[in-house]
T-cell receptor, first 113, second 113 residues
Framework: GAGVSQSPSNKVTEKGKDVELRCDPI?????LYWYRQSLGQGLEFLIY????????KSGLPSDRFSAERTGGSVSTLTIQRTQQEDSAVYLC???????????FGPGTRLTVT | EDQVTQSPEALRLQEGESSSLNCSYT??????LFWYRQDPGKGPEFLFT???AGEEKEKERLKATLTKKESFLHITAPKPEDSATYLC??????????????FGEGTQLTVNP
């Protein structure tokens, strides 16, 4: 079946602009996660959705970052007023009810110039 | 705070030369330990979940083992196609934080023909 999909695959933006990153989880997966992978660093947790609610958003690095999920499916991560330190690969993962395994999408590579 | 340390950072092997990767962890209460494989430019690919000390899982040339403080990923007679970065992650028990994964920085494995 189809895996987790993310769009765009690459995004180049100017400092100060807003960007939206999209994640489409595996069908039927109720849990959705966003992570960030910076050059030379491990994956860093950002936010977790269960259905449309976000019980854990403690990993969002600043109030410029926000995320929403609608219809228990697609999620959008929004970064306002982008900074150069926001450059990274943003990864989305999902998991099915009652399981712990998280399945990742291919990521969106964000470059802030 | 949950912590994961992987060693070595990089490992070069000759085809057929078996070895092991290490993942040391500290977590308040382990819900699961996960191994992922990540190829350049792609998202992490799920390999194994281990739940309790003494557990072992195998897949082709890979075998993952777990103790109370560390996990090993044993690679038997590796092939060049096993070249990738191998990531270890832990998930603690808990309410909201119980679903996030904490990752190590990975071991970059290169298998030469």
């Amino acid at each position: 079946g189809a895996g987790v999909s993310q769009s765009p695959s690459n995004k180049v933006t100017e400092k100060g602009k807003d960007v939206e990153l999209r994640c489409d989880p595996i069908s039927g997966h109720t849990a959705l996660y966003w992570y960030r992978q910076s050059l030379g660093q491990g994956l860093e947790f950002l936010i977790y959705f269960q259905g449309n609610s976000a019980p854990d958003k403690s990993g969002l690095p600043s109030d410029r970052f926000s995320a929403e999920r609608t219809g228990g499916s697609v999620s959008t991560l929004t970064i306002q007023r982008t900074q150069q330190e926001d450059s990274a690969v943003y990864l989305c993962a999902s998991s099915s009810p009652g399981t712990v395994e998280q399945y990742f999408g291919p990521g969106t590579r964000l470059t802030v110039t | 705070e949950d912590q994961v340390t992987q060693s070595p950072e990089a490992l070069r092997l000759q085809e057929g030369e078996s070895s092991s990767l290490n993942c040391s962890y500290t977590v308040s209460g382990l819900r699961g330990l996960f191994w992922y494989r990540q190829d350049p430019g792609k998202g992490p690919e799920f390999l194994f979940t281990l739940y309790s000390a003494g557990e072992e899982k195998e897949k082709e040339r890979l075998k993952a083992t777990l103790t109370k403080k560390e996990s090993f990923l044993h690679i038997t007679a590796p092939k060049p196609e096993d070249s990738a970065t191998y990531l270890c992650a832990v998930q603690p028990w808990g309410e909201t934080s119980g679903s996030r994964l904490t990752f190590g920085e990975g071991t970059q494995l290169t298998v030469n023909p």
